[in-house]
């Protein structure tokens, strides 16, 4: 992997690194980031046991961690009432928090009903809070685009975004971001590359989704916050603009979204 170039900054803004996976070697990942040009990650949480680990990450500096805290769909059959007031008390006291999430809905697990009240309950608690949400879509766009309208929250990102143009115009109509991840490196998302290639670049934020999402050629589960370099890359090769432009649009959305400086 090359380096992404001496004066470009990288934010991954969606990376699991609190996952076992990285356990015992994210001082090593941390220091090969900074030297590829990573200087920022978010790190969203998936369920209310895995709070404190997370907020733990955000005391690392270099790179720098923000962290979210969220009741994530694919767990929930886990996920229980009281884990909301547990959510509410976190964002109240987490000053590190720069978002609500991982939230959202997801068609392949059961509980549509439950998902659907967990996701417009977070959503309420990011409007109270002021802070922008973290959103998983799987197959439930319409339903998703739906609930965020109605619930007034206008600042965000639609996570792994891989939908059509309609689809993005929508989201971004809302004032939400797209996070565009490993898919684009992909041989045969040609379709998603297309979409990319199109959206304004005033809405896009990169991210790996590490270690569930890999890039080409690796095997899923597999992948690292590393990968970004390659994300970039193929969004460079999909592009109009030059590298260097898609490197300070890219840096300054993901910090306008989360605001960080």
């Known amino acids: 992997m090359s380096p992404a170039g001496a004066s470009v ?3 991954d803004t969606h990376c699991h690194f609190d996952f076992s996976f990285f356990d015992g070697r994210r001082e090593e990942v941390l220091g090969d980031c900074l030297r590829v040009g990573i200087h920022r990650l978010v790190v969203p949480s998936v369920q209310r046991t895995a709070w404190p680990a997370v907020a733990s990450l955000a005391a690392t500096a270099l790179p720098h961690i ?6 994530h ?4 059959e886990a996920h229980q009432k009281c ?3 547990d959510l509410d008390d976190r964002l109240n006291e987490d000053g590190c928090c720069v978002a609500v999430g991982e939230i959202g809905l ?3 697990k059961p509980l549509i009903q439950k998902q659907e009240e967990l996701f417009c309950r977070q959503l309420e608690l990011a409007r109270h809070h002021d802070l922008p949400v973290i959103v998983h879509s799987f197959r439930t766009h319409s339903r998703v685009y739906k609930l965020i309208k109605e619930s007034g929250v206008r600042k965000g990102v639609i996570h792994a975004f891989s939908g059509s143009l309609q689809d993005a115009a929508r989201f971004i109509e809302l004032g939400l971001h797209l996070g565009i991840g490993p898919v684009i490196t992909w ?4 379709k998603t590359r297309n979409t990319v290639s199109q959206l304004p670049i005033e809405a896009l934020v990169i991210e790996t989704d590490a270690p569930d999402m890999p890039v080409s050629g690796m095997p899923k ?5 590393l990968n970004l370099v390659s994300v970039y890359e193929a969004m460079c090769a999909i592009r109009s603009e030059q590298p260097e432009l898609i490197a300070r649009q890219l840096w300054e959305n993901s910090c306008n979204l989360f605001d960080v400086e």
């Open 9 to 11: 900054q990288l934010f």
């Open 66 to 71: 923000d962290v979210a805290f969220g009741l």
């Open 73 to 76: 769909p694919y767990f929930i």
């Open 83 to 85: 884990d909301l007031d």
């Open 106 to 108: 997801d068609a392949k």
């Open 187 to 190: 041989e045969g998302s040609r």
């Open 221 to 225: 589960g597999s992948g690292s916050p």
